[in-house]
């Protein structure tokens, strides 16, 4: 498939903050007093190399070693990786999305990704499938003289090609490797991550006065038997509907449970686009932080994001300069607003085509890349990404996958409809 001219990439990215960290390390040398002027002259040199012009140096980035939105458009739109954690450690995460937020247009576009969905460890992951990589990180092979992750292009055995200093073996990053399999296997950028653990997405349900959801039928959720019909579900009960209820830990039953989750998604977007700022963050006379998610944040299940200058700076299209000493609770409340004032009828959901395949004796999800293709280009790439064979890339199992269901869905219609009162009546 041929590139369009004017299309962006997103190859340089993360590359050029890589590459800028390399630059900017032998700073860790300045309190020799000795050395400091080979460093200043070293240092200008390093950066002479860089078209300062057209990129800035990018300090304020060093640990930013993933691909984000380029510069040029990320006024316009930014992506997002959504998701929440298991109930336990080791457990596989329950909930995984990537939403595009279309800053100028207005609207949101959200691809829900069954956590069963196959990625291939052989691809430089630990484990075979997206979901199961929050508690099962890639180790990551590091040098301690040059402070860097070490790609294996720059190893020489156990030794460090660049510097000569051996390199030692660190626990990965959980929320890095899933970022990587959004940018290597979809052709997407990532500006920042939300990831909420599940006690975390029950107390926030809880502290918003719960969810209003319409059954099909009789249930029991949290101990609690609800008719069919519409309800409002507290904390436990929205996360058991929207998580557990009628999950059988299969790629078919997966992609069952997310129509629940969008009812739960979109009784909780309604919710919180209901609160003004000061109901989700404020500082009380003593300074102590107050608000739905000024609590959330300080408990014991907070939301976890790419907390930099620059991760709050892309969370909410902000310099970084004035992201840098906002607080956290301060931060994501400004977030969720900003996504509360984009009207439900402009809020899309679908899910990423593929189907249930067997990898040796394991059902798993495999995507079909076709469709993912035509998926991810007509909505969520409004700005001319490269969107294609050459960027999606994740495996898939059947070379003659089945077509899945590319429906998209608006929030406002899995809502439950109410009844408006007749004249007169109350």
């Known amino acids: 498939m041929s590139k369009n001219k004017g299309q962006v990439s997103l190859a340089g990215a993360a590359q050029a903050a890589n590459e800028e960290k390399k630059r900017i390390s032998p700073w860790k040398w300045i309190g020799v007093g000795v050395g400091l002027v080979a460093l200043l002259v070293t240092g200008i040199l390093l950066f002479d190399v860089v078209d300062t012009e057209e990129k800035p140096a990018l300090t304020a980035r060093e640990m930013a070693e993933y691909t984000y939105t380029a510069d040029d458009i990320a006024g316009d739109v930014a992506y997002y990786l959504l998701g929440v954690t298991g109930e336990n450690i080791g457990d596989p995460m329950d909930m995984l999305a990537v939403m595009c937020h279309d800053?100028?247009?207005?609207?949101?576009?959200?691809?829900?990704?069954?956590?069963?969905?196959?990625?291939?460890?052989?691809?430089?992951?630990?484990?075979?499938?997206?979901?199961?990589?929050?508690?099962?990180?890639?180790?990551?092979?590091?040098?301690?003289?040059?402070?860097?992750?070490?790609?294996?292009?720059?190893?020489?055995?156990?030794?460090?090609?660049?510097?000569g200093a051996d390199l030692e073996e660190r626990t990965g990053s959980a929320w890095l490797d899933l970022v990587r399999v959004i940018n290597t296997q979809y052709g997407l950028?990532?500006?920042?991550?939300?990831?909420?653990?599940?006690?975390?997405?029950?107390?926030?349900?809880?502290?918003?006065?719960?969810?209003?959801?319409?059954?099909?039928?009789?249930?029991?959720?949290?101990?609690?038997?609800?008719?069919?019909?519409?309800?409002?579900?507290?904390?436990?009960?929205?996360?058991?509907?929207?998580?557990?209820?009628?999950?059988?830990?299969?790629?078919?039953?997966?992609?069952?449970?997310?129509?629940?989750?969008?009812?739960?998604?979109?009784?909780?977007?309604?919710?919180?686009?209901?609160?003004?700022?000061?109901?989700?963050?404020?500082?009380?006379?003593?300074?102590?932080?107050?608000?739905?998610?000024?609590?959330?944040?300080?408990?014991?299940?907070?939301?976890?994001?790419?907390?930099?200058?620059?991760?709050?700076?892309?969370?909410?299209?902000?310099s970084?300069?004035?992201a840098a000493d906002m607080k956290l609770s301060d931060a994501i409340s400004r977030f969720a607003v900003q996504m509360g004032q984009v009207p439900l009828d402009r809020v899309t959901f679908s899910i990423l085509p593929g189907a249930a395949e067997k990898n040796g004796t394991v059902s798993v999800y495999s995507v079909n890349r076709e469709q993912v293709i035509a998926l991810l280009n007509e909505q969520m790439n409004a700005y001319g990404l490269y969107i294609d064979e050459d960027t999606v890339t994740a495996p898939q199992l059947n070379q003659d996958p089945k077509e899945a269901d590319l429906s998209t869905v608006t929030l406002d219609t899995v809502l439950p409809v109410t009844e408006e009162p007749e004249e007169g009546e109350e």
């Not at 969905?117 to 092979?141: C, H, L, M, R, S």
């Open 103 to 163: 800053r100028k247009a207005g609207s949101v576009s959200v691809v829900q990704i069954p956590v069963a969905t196959y990625i291939d460890k052989n691809n430089g992951f630990a484990v075979d499938t997206i979901g199961d990589i929050w508690y099962n990180p890639q180790p990551e092979i590091f040098c301690s003289a040059c402070r860097v992750r070490v790609p294996a292009e720059e190893r020489d055995g156990k030794v460090h090609a660049t510097c």
């Open 189 to 318: 950028p990532i500006d920042n991550y939300l990831i909420l653990p599940r006690a975390g997405l029950a107390e926030l349900i809880e502290a918003l006065g719960g969810v209003e959801v319409e059954l099909a039928k009789k249930v029991t959720l949290a101990g609690e038997s609800y008719s069919a019909g519409v309800h409002t579900l507290m904390g436990d009960a929205a996360v058991e509907y929207a998580v557990t209820y009628n999950y059988k830990n299969t790629p078919a039953s997966d992609r069952e449970r997310m129509s629940r989750q969008r009812q739960v998604l979109a009784a909780l977007w309604q919710k919180i686009a209901a609160c003004k700022m000061e109901d989700l963050y404020y500082l009380d006379q003593y300074g102590a932080t107050k608000g739905i998610l000024g609590k959330l944040m300080t408990g014991a299940n907070p939301l976890r994001f790419n907390t930099t200058s620059f991760g709050k700076a892309r969370l909410l299209n902000i």
């Open 320 to 322: 970084e300069e004035a």
